[in-house]
């Protein structure tokens, strides 16, 4: 049986994107007071979230047909 990939690139970028929306959110105060400035740490959570979310339904994917395989195989005695 074959197992599925633990390691994800695109929920690892969906991570790293999210740490540095975070961080910049924190330490660059005065991205907080411009429209432009919030624009981007939303649209960086955003698509952090995103990315994470995608590879965690693609994941349960593979898992459910990991599953399928193992049900239609015949048991060995």
Same mark, same amino acid.
């Given at each position: 049986?074959?197992?599925?990939?633990?390691?994800?690139?695109?929920?690892?970028?969906?991570?790293?994107?999210? /740490?540095?929306?975070?961080?910049?959110?924190?330490?660059?105060?005065?991205?907080?007071?411009?429209?432009?400035?919030?624009?981007?740490? /939303? /649209?960086?959570?955003?698509?952090?979230?995103?990315?994470?979310?995608?590879?965690?339904?693609?994941?349960?994917?593979?898992?459910?047909?990991?599953?399928?395989?193992?049900?239609?195989?015949?048991?060995?005695?």
């Amino acid at each position: 049986m074959k197992s599925p990939r633990l390691i994800r690139p695109l929920m690892m970028l969906g991570v790293v994107v999210l /740490v540095l929306a975070v961080l910049s959110y924190g330490m660059l105060p005065g991205w907080r007071s411009t429209t432009t400035g919030v624009i981007l740490l /939303v /649209v960086g959570i955003v698509l952090g979230l995103g990315a994470i979310i995608k590879d965690m339904v693609d994941l349960l994917k593979e898992l459910r047909h990991l599953e399928q395989e193992h049900k239609d195989q015949p048991k060995r005695d």
